[in-house]
Each structure stands twice: as structure tokens, then as C-alpha cells.
């Protein structure tokens, strides 16, 4: 009896740990941020959508996020600057997608925006055409990003809830730049190199210089070559 309630216990333990797996699995191509991940859990799961927008400089991985969630079924990837009114309203008539994904939502024109206002307080979408309208009720998540709050329609950013990443420090950039040039074979020991040559030599705060650096570098004394003839060429 005893063994057969360590074994219920022992069972009950490999499911949670399998939940928890798939929880973190679901953003795995992102280092840090695991509060982040896990707001994006909690709203995925709730029986209400809850919209989250991500606001923050370049390269801190806000897009990363979003094609996270492409992989979820049903999802509908749409850049703002690409977007137009009747193009993502016809297609929500059409596909009915639970998830509308929007990178870079501040290029998308204000009639675009207001579009979603309705979408995201009700669910509600309705247009007007050739004198007809039509309308359909749908429960639609929004996931969005943008680099600024300032080209945003207030109605519209407060409907979201809106998380500002902060610019990564130098602790950040280094791990980071690590974890992602070991996953491609890249050592340690040049990875480092790579990213404090980055911050303290280029000046620069992007993760992207530091891979197509590390890609480059077969060893640390050719990381500051790189950097000094990129500098050259500026
Ligand atoms: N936290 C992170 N985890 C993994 N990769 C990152 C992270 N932050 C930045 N990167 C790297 O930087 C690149 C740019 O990220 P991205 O999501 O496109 O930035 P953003 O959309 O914020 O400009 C990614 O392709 C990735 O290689
Ligand atoms: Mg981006």
C-alpha cells in the first residue's frame, strides 16, 4: 500500500515536471526572460485573451517571441508595415485565427490600428462594404511588438498589456552571445572575446553583430582583427 502511494505520488511528479517541460519548451530559442515566457504561458492559458505587446530597443528579442508563437496552431503572423485594413480584416473573416501576431505594430497606419480596438475590447470585427456589412464575433489573442510607444494609438496600447524591455548590460550580452555561438560549436573562450570586443571595441549592443562576428572568427586573435577592420571601414 505504502509502495503504491510512493508510486501515485512519484507518477503525479513526472506529469507536472512533463507540464513544466512543455511550458519552457514552448519559447526554448530564448535565453533569460523566464518571467516573460511565463506571462505569455499564464495568457495563453486563460479562458479570456489577454493581449501582450513587447516594447523595447533592437535586438533584445522581441521578434524572437513572436515566432515563438507563430508555432502555435491557428496563428496568423502580420508585420505592421505590411498590414493592410481589408487584407488582415478579410483574413479574419476568412481563417478565424485564435492568435494575431503583429511584429512591429507602431508602422501600421492608424486606420489599421483602430481596426484592432474592437477585435481586442469584444472580439468583435465588423466592415462595412459595397453598402453591406458584415460582422463576426471571434476570441482572438493579439501578441505584438514595437520599438517605441510613441507612434501608438493610446486606445490601442491600452488594451495590451505592455511589457518595455530594458537594454541588456554587459552580463546579459556576454551569456547571451555565449549560449547562442556554443549551440553552433563555437568555444567558450571565443565567444567571450566576441562579445566583450563587441560592447567595449565596436560599442555596440546588438546580439547580431556578435554572431556574424563569432561566425567568422576561427580563433580570439582573429575576433580583434574582425572588429578593427570592420572599425576601418566604418
Ligand atoms: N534573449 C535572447 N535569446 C536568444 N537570442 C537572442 C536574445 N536576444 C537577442 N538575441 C539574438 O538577437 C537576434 C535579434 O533578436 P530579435 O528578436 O530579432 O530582436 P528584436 O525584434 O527585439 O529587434 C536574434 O536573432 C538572436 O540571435
Ligand atoms: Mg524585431
Known amino acids: 500500500m505504502e509502495n503504491e502511494l510512493a508510486l501515485g505520488e512519484g507518477a503525479q511528479e513526472i506529469i507536472i515536471k512533463n507540464e513544466d517541460y512543455r511550458e519552457t519548451s514552448r519559447f526554448c530559442s530564448i535565453i533569460g526572460y523566464d518571467d516573460v515566457k511565463k506571462l505569455f504561458n499564464l495568457s495563453l492559458e486563460s479562458e479570456k485573451p489577454v493581449h501582450i505587446l513587447l516594447v523595447g ?5 522581441k521578434t524572437l517571441f513572436m515566432l515563438e508563437c507563430m508555432k502555435l496552431e491557428r496563428s496568423y503572423f502580420t508585420l505592421g508595415s505590411h498590414s493592410t485594413k481589408s487584407g488582415m480584416i478579410d483574413y479574419l473573416f476568412k481563417n478565424r485565427p ?4 503583429v511584429d512591429e505594430i507602431e508602422h501600421m497606419p492608424n486606420k489599421d490600428q483602430t ?11 465588423s466592415e462595412t462594404k459595397h453598402k453591406r456589412t458584415r460582422s463576426t464575433q471571434l476570441k482572438t489573442w ?18 495590451f498589456l505592455v511589457l518595455h524591455f ?12 555565449v549560449h547562442l555561438l556554443e549551440r553552433e560549436g563555437i ?12 560592447w567595449l571595441r565596436m560599442k555596440s549592443r546588438d546580439i547580431r553583430d556578435c554572431i ?14 574582425i572588429i578593427e577592420t570592420i572599425r576601418s571601414y566604418k
Open 57 to 61: 530597443p533592437p535586438a533584445s528579442a
Open 98 to 101: 485564435k492568435y494575431l501576431i
Open 115 to 125: 481596426a484592432l480596438l474592437s477585435l481586442m475590447e469584444t472580439g468583435l470585427i
Open 142 to 159: 493579439i501578441f505584438a511588438t514595437s520599438n517605441g510607444i510613441e507612434h501608438m494609438l493610446t486606445p490601442l496600447l491600452s488594451r
Open 166 to 177: 530594458k537594454p541588456y548590460k554587459l552580463q546579459n550580452f556576454q551569456e547571451i552571445t
Open 187 to 198: 568555444s567558450n573562450e571565443i565567444a567571450n572575446e566576441v562579445a566583450n570586443a563587441v
Open 212 to 225: 556574424k562576428i563569432g561566425h567568422l572568427a576561427r580563433t580570439k586573435e582573429d575576433v580583434g582583427w
